[in-house]
T-cell receptor, first 115, second 116 residues
Framework: KNQVEQSPQSLIILEGKNCTLQ??????????LRWYKQDTGRGPVSLTI?????NTKSNGRYTATLDADTKQSSLHITASQLSDSASYIC??????????????FGKGTKLSVKP | KAGVTQTPRYLIKTRGQQVTLSCSPI?????VSWYQQTPGQGLQFLFE???????NKGNFPGRFSGRQFSNSRSEMNVSTLELGDSALYLC???????????????FGDGTRLSIL
């Protein structure tokens, strides 16, 4: 079954610290992997999209890595800010079709940044 | 460029009623997807429309239906509402759809539906 697992479920860090969120997937075929940030009460916003040939991609203080061989991805946040408090969702894309659609969503990691 | 617009933002209904939610995609986007988001379940896929045709449909009962108009705007309808339908309903648009595409999906801020 196509699945995307994220860890940890939740995380609390102090402002200014770094953190890393994990995403493991068991989906095939694989087209690309996406990370989204979702603020409370808002829709998800795309952070990065990586194809299987890309190992790393950055967006400001956000850096995503991808290991297509082990089917693992991580999102590293540098020098965290209070505004980073949000849920981070990992999504794997491919032509699955059917009842799952073409995007397999993880359940997200809820990050809280404390002053 | 205007983003994805969903209306209404909040809605309160009672069991047994029906509801229609609206989504206006980004101009030029032909694909619209709908998702249900509940705490602990994450985003659950409802359906995807492209050029007025339903491409895929998730594992939701027939009470959940949708359609897309020629201007790419989309509506989602839920009939005979149940308490479990309380959720955030999100729509997302993209240029060419979600299959084998590197195009990002752009989400609206959702409609918060509460069933009493």
């Amino acid at each position: 079954k196509n699945q995307v697992e994220q860890s940890p479920q939740s995380l609390i860090i102090l402002e200014g610290k770094n953190c890393t969120l994990q995403c493991n997937y068991t989906v095939s075929p694989f087209s690309n992997l996406r990370w989204y940030k979702q603020d409370t009460g808002r829709g998800p916003v795309s952070l990065t999209i990586m194809t299987f040939s890309e190992n790393t991609k950055s967006n400001g203080r956000y850096t995503a890595t991808l290991d297509a061989d082990t089917k693992q991805s991580s999102l590293h946040i540098t020098a965290s800010q209070l505004s980073d408090s949000a849920s981070y969702i990992c999504v794997v894309s491919g032509s699955y079709g059917g009842s799952q659609g073409n995007l397999i969503f993880g359940k997200g990691t809820k990050l809280s940044v404390k002053p | 460029k205007a983003g994805v617009t969903q209306t209404p933002r909040y809605l309160i209904k009672t069991r047994g009623q029906q509801v229609t939610l609206s989504c206006s995609p980004i101009s030029g986007h032909r694909s619209v997807s709908w998702y249900q988001q509940t705490p602990g379940q994450g985003l659950q896929f409802l359906f995807e429309y492209f050029s007025e045709t339903q491409r895929n449909k998730g594992n939701f009962p027939g009470r959940f239906s949708g359609r897309q108009f020629s201007n790419s705007r989309s509506e989602m309808n839920v009939s005979t509402l149940e308490l479990g339908d309380s959720a955030l309903y999100l729509c997302a648009s993209s240029l060419t759809g979600t299959g084998n595409s590197n195009q990002p999906q752009h989400f609206g801020d959702g409609t918060r539906l509460s069933i009493l």
